[in-house]
Structures are given as C-alpha cells and as structure tokens.
DNA sequence: CCATCCGGTTAGTCACCGCTAACCCCCTAC
DNA sequence: GTAGGGGGTTAGCGGTGACTAACCGGATGG
C-alpha cells in the first residue's frame, strides 16, 4: 500500500501537495462535490495524472484522514507522555489541539465532515485511530478532575472537539488570541 | 418520526415527510452522496415522485436551511424578547440552542455540513438568517459579560455554536443529562 | 547512447444521477 | 357518474464523473 512510511520527511512533493489542494477542496465543497478533474487543475496538472499518485479518489481521502488521525493520536500521546501534573497535561492536550485545529482547518473540517465517504477499511481504521484519541482525553480529563465519570468525560471530549473545530467557521481574531480564547474556553468548559 | 408532536398543525404530511428523511440522508452521506431515489425510498414511494412535491433536490436542501435558520432566529428573538437580567437572557439562549440540537441532530449536522452546497441565492438568505442570530447571540454574550470586544464575542459565539452542535457525534448519554451537560460547559466557556 | 521509467497528456468508456415524459390510478365535487 | 386533479408509476434522456487506454517526453544510470 504505502510505499515507504518514511520517518525523515524531506519530501514536500506532489502527494502531499495534491492532498493539500484536495483537502481544501473537499473542505468546501464535500468529498462528492469534487472532481477529479478540480483536484488535478488545483495542483497544475489535468486530471488522470493523478492516478500516477493515488489509486482513486477513495484512496486520497482515506490516507488523508487516517494521517490526521495518527498525527493527532501521536501528538496527543507525547503530550501525556511528558509526566506532569493532571491539570497541566489537560492544558497541554487542549493548546496543541487548538495549534492543529487552527494550522489545519480544511483537514479538520474534512475529519469532521467525511468520514461517512470513506470505505469501510479506511473508516474502519480511521475510527479506530479516533477512538484511542478520545480515550486518552477522556483519561487525562478524569485524572484532572476526578470525580466526572467516564461517558460524562467522553461527552465533554466531543464537546470539546466541536469547540475548537469549529475555527475554520470564524476568523475575526488573528491566530494568537483566536488560540488563546479557544484554549481559554475549553478549559473552562471542561473543568467548570 | 414522531406524528403528533404539532399543537395544532393537523398536516404532518409528505412534504415534512420527505424533508426529514433527506434531512437524515444528507447529514449522513452529504447532499451529493445521497440520490433522489435513496430519498424516494426513505419514504416509501420511488425516485421520480418527489418531483410532485420539489421543484428541484436543490430546493429541498434550501427549504431545509432556511426553514432552519427560520426557527433559530425567531426562537433566539423571543428568548431575548422576554426581559430578563442579562445572565438570565444568556442562560435562555444557550439552553434554547442545546435543546433543538439535541432534538434536531440531522437538521444541525446538514446546516453545519452543506451551506456549500446551497444554490447562490438560498445560500445568501441563509448567511443572511444566521448572521442576525449570530448578532443576537453577540449582543447577549455582551451584555452578560460587557467587556468582551465585539470580535471576541462572535469568535465566542461560534465557537459555542460548534460545542452545541456537536451533540450528533456522541451518544452516550441520556437526553436530560446531555442538555444539562452542555449548557453548563457552554456557559462556563462563555463567563468564565 | 540507449533503455527505462516517471509523470504527464488526450480520448474514450461506462455507470449513474437529476430530471422529464407519458401514463395511471384513486378520490372527491358537482 | 363522470371531470379533474393530486400523487403515484416506469422508461428514457442528457450530462457528468471516475477511471482506463494509449501515447509521449525527458531525466537518468549502466
């Protein structure tokens, strides 16, 4: 499948360039809503030049969100990985949420929005990557304030999720204070 | 779904009808993944013969929208229309807007999901709609909280838009927990 | 210097989708 | 008892969209 899964990443080209411009596209316009030929033209090249990159448009849209959820996954274990107090681990969890949401917003508006396009082997392993993301909120949320039980603090991580995603719908604040009112109000909301 | 929750309005018919099933169908597969016949049948009467009652697919989903940002608008007018202290106003409103998302999802998650996808003139009356509720929701947030900056108060507003509604993504709890939940973290986000 | 292959091109196929056409009940009012 | 219309049916048309086929230029390494 994946030819190489490269650790280094000095490889800025084409896929990923081809990704980007589909991703924004599917972003504004749903994954149905796009054209081959409006992905090929976003990226300069026309149409079944992409098939030399992806075996179909199903396959764009399942590694792109499968590799959202793995660097989300993968950033939110290192940030628990990192052993400090409860309370900062959350904080943690929150700002680098928040930094992907507003460095990203077509993928995560994507995520949010696409899942029910992907084929069943990618969404099945996309909610998989999901649900171990959401558990370790829920983890890192119950040992800050230990009394919320446990569907309780998976309600408040979707909660949260809706929150910070949806950056991509208002951008009247530059991007520090927009991080720091986001990052403000999930905190708030989570610990009440 | 359920026939007689109208108070008066003996006509829970067709139309209605239709409008939820496409409401249901859009929000799970967007409106381009969902085909006149996968609504036809949702009904039980085939493809063709929502004509008698559409002019167009595109009209459904521009009825849905505006009828949507209809009851929004006029529901949040009258939350604030009833003069009460401020705080008070606020709690109304957020409780208003948990309460028909969490009796809405469908409807929430295509208003959220498919404005792209309305025709250019639906598309501008709904921005127009929702754009007075968003005023409505800023001059409460500043009136409860006056030393909130106008942009900072439509930042806010979405982003608790974004908490509420993302109510369709998880199921867990009960439906009286679930309000309650939401509407504490949406106004511990707001005041903080 | 040539073989190869990578990444592009255009033309064409096939399925599907929105929508119209033509036809056909009932049910109701006169 | 029949006229009419509201609401349903199936067949089919035109357009579009994903993907394949066949072809091609140029960089590269043996």
Redesign the pocket.
Known sequence: MSPAAEPVADKPS?REQILAAAAELFARHGF?G????DI?SAVG?????L???FR???AMLGEMLTSISEVLLDGGQSRVGAARSPHDTLGDLVRFHVDFALDNPALITVQERNLGNLTDPDRRKVRGLQRRYVELWVEVVRSAVPETEEPTARAQAHAVFGLINSTPHSRHLDRAQMADLLTGMALAALVQ
């Open positions: 084409r149905h796009v054209g081959i030929d090929g090249i026309s149409g079944p030049a098939y030399r990159h179909s448009k199903d």
